[in-house]
């Protein structure tokens, strides 16, 4: 089956020590996106990707990291310097840069203890 | 308001009857799109109108759009209690050489059995 898969789906962090999400697709998308929702909120852009060794900043990328080596990877590191990364973290791809559906992975939910 | 900004915030129904979500938008659009959200879980694509399309059907869902109001809305008809998610419509439009796709806060429907 063809999708996006993230892990891990829920990850704890002490405050101060960098986390990288993972995630991984087979649909062959050239874009891939990063999206954060916090309770009651909408999506929110934090970094997207067209095609691979170039990404770009969303609305919200103080704190995080992307790296796009491959088509099929977007990893997304929260680093320390992000003041409050407990969040849901949603990734997405599509066949071309905004151009029509977006695919969800599942999600991974991030505490800060 | 926000660019895709929906209206209610939630609405509690029975099963069987219709649920009506608005969603209203500031600036022109390329297309609008509506997503489904289960509590705790990616977002999937229901359906996608163009700036020239009034209507669009997919099973039990009426999407409507009125680009002389800027807004669209979205119809479910004989709801059933799995219908009960979260609803988001997005914004797709160009700005500034790019293409984006802006997310609204959501509608919370319960459908009660």
């Known amino acids: 089956d063809g999708g996006i898969t993230q892990s891990p789906k829920y990850l704890f962090r002490k405050e101060g020590q960098n986390v990288t999400l993972s995630c991984e697709q087979n649909?062959?998308?050239?874009?891939m996106y990063w999206y954060r929702q916090d309770p009651g909120q909408g999506l929110r852009l934090i970094y997207y990707?067209?095609?691979?060794?170039?990404?770009q900043k969303g609305d919200i990328a103080e704190g995080y990291s992307v790296s796009r080596e491959k088509k099929e990877s977007f990893p997304l590191t929260v680093t320390s310097a992000q003041k409050n990364p407990t969040a849901f973290y949603l990734c997405?791809?599509?066949?071309?840069?905004?151009?029509?559906?977006?695919?969800f992975g599942e999600g991974s939910r991030l505490t800060v203890l | 308001s926000q660019q895709g900004e929906e209206d209610p915030q939630a609405l509690s129904i029975q099963e069987g009857e219709n649920a009506t979500m608005n969603c209203s938008y500031k600036?022109?659009?390329?297309?609008l799109q509506w997503y489904r959200q289960n509590s705790g879980r990616g977002l999937v694509h229901l359906i996608l109108?163009?700036?020239?399309?009034r209507e669009k059907h997919s099973g039990r869902l009426r999407v409507t759009l009125d680009t002389s109001k800027k807004s669209s809305s979205l119809l479910i008809t004989a709801s059933r209690a799995a219908d009960t998610a979260s609803y988001f419509c997005?914004?797709?439009?160009?700005?500034?050489?790019?293409?984006?796709?802006?997310f609204g806060a959501g509608t919370r429907l319960a459908v009660h059995p």
């Open positions: 997405a791809s599509s066949i071309q840069e905004y151009t029509g559906e977006l695919f």
């Open positions: 649909l062959n998308h050239d874009a």
């Open positions: 990707s067209q095609i691979v060794n170039d990404f």
């Open positions: 600036t022109s659009i390329n297309n």
């Open positions: 109108i163009r700036s020239n399309e």
């Open positions: 997005a914004t797709g439009l160009r700005t500034g050489g790019y293409n984006k796709l802006i």
